[in-house]
């Protein structure tokens, strides 16, 4: 067994100090106080031997449940040159997070049940935290879920609009054919850009702007609305799908968002000035992504309206920095292991006033993912819920690129940004993965979480 004594503990309710006892890889108590005599009675009452206890003072730490990335692009099987399943994990550990949902566009792309298999069995060797895996829509797999019904996949992803890969289901019919057949009971997230849009604009030397992303994403609701099923908007990036599923929501749609990082810390003025603050090289390629960096009104959006955002994601989209420097650099950067210091550090006000609290990191990364994608056992710390926990050093200053970085694409385009609070210790069900310097966990450590099982 494992004491965690007089940590405080945050969740979407708030800050409690707490000891957290935990037997193998489950919750077994949670208490303001669990004394070296109550130890033996909780054993006796839940039937353990008796054996030493291990004891992790945790005062003046923060303890977060494991937090839960549900938009990560692992990378492999195809572009292991910048990512593979040890490397995004490891990545994930040291950044607090304990679970990710990994996205299918890869090569080959997770579209059906023997590629399902494959990209599974690559995790199971590799992993070092838990991992869930999306199916991918395509133009012809529309009764994917009735042909594999029993695969275990967190969702059906569906590429709207074009991105990186060659998933993309762009006309009315397979987007209607796959809204009306896939399971009522599972989630549906989309990449909602217009692709029609996206060309029109492209053939004019603009790139992806706002309406692209606002018309797919009424579409997808409207979609999701008719067919009963439930949608999750990736990646929200505008006032007006903020107002959108605001709306939806209010009329009883089963819509759920997500925000990324860098479109609540990143604007296209920053993204056209970066190249001056970060190096002598230009920089602009670095931030190119889909969908891209908007305006400040944009981004004030939607630290305005964190009551309708659900989950706080990624969209970790690791490529080397010779791939990002070319002359065609592909869209996305990574994050797995800046989500939380830049959520910590805003919360602290080092950015200015605080526009979220810690509650609002517990129900954005931790509880509101769980609940989305049915993560039974995660996103809690209560007792029976699996023993994923983040440990904080609230006072820790530093510079984002001082520490290590584990993704194997090596920066990020946070790089020189202050940081208030960074991750001392990660435990996934119980075992120690992160000690704060090392990834510790071995590789395939990690376990599929299946939202169906």
Known sequence: MMLIRQGTLVSAGGLRRADILVAGEHILAVEDAIRDDDLAVLRARHGLPNGATQIIDAAGLLIF???????????????????DWHSVTCAAVAGGVTTVLAMPNTAPAVTDAPSFAHTLSLAQRKAVCDFGLYLGATNANQR?????????????????????????????????EHFAHYPHDRVIAVHAEHEPAVQYFARRGVRR???????ETARAITLARHCERPVHICHLSTRREI??????????ARVTCEATPHHLFLTLDYELQS?????????RPLFQMNPPLRELADLDALWDNLDVIDCIATDH??????EKRSAHPPSGVPGLETLLPLLLTAASGEYGP?????????????????????LARKGRIAPGF?????????DAAWFIGDKAIFSKCGWTPFTGWRARGAVSRTFVRGRLAFDGQTVVAPPGSGRHVNPNG
């Open 317 to 322: 989209a690791p490529h080397t920095l010779e």
């Open 354 to 374: 605080a526009r979220l609290g810690l509650a609002d990191i517990a129900r954005l990364c931790c509880e509101g993912p769980a609940r989305v994608f049915g």
């Open 65 to 83: 449940p494991g937090l839960i990335d549900v938009h990560v692009h692992a990378r492999e099987p195809g572009a292991e040159h910048k990512e």
């Open 386 to 394: 699996d023993a994923d926990l983040t440990l904080v050093d609230p």
């Open 243 to 252: 107002e959108l599923v605001r709306e939806a929501k209010s009329r009883g």
């Open 144 to 176: 994917v879920a009735e042909q594999a019904p029993d695969l275990g996949e967190c969702g059906l992803k569906i590429y709207m609009g074009s991105s990186t890969g060659d998933l993309l289901v762009q006309d009315f019919e397979p987007q209607y």
């Open 209 to 215: 702007p706002p309406i692209c992303a606002e018309l």
């Open 275 to 283: 190249g001056a603050r970060l190096s002598d090289d230009d920089a």
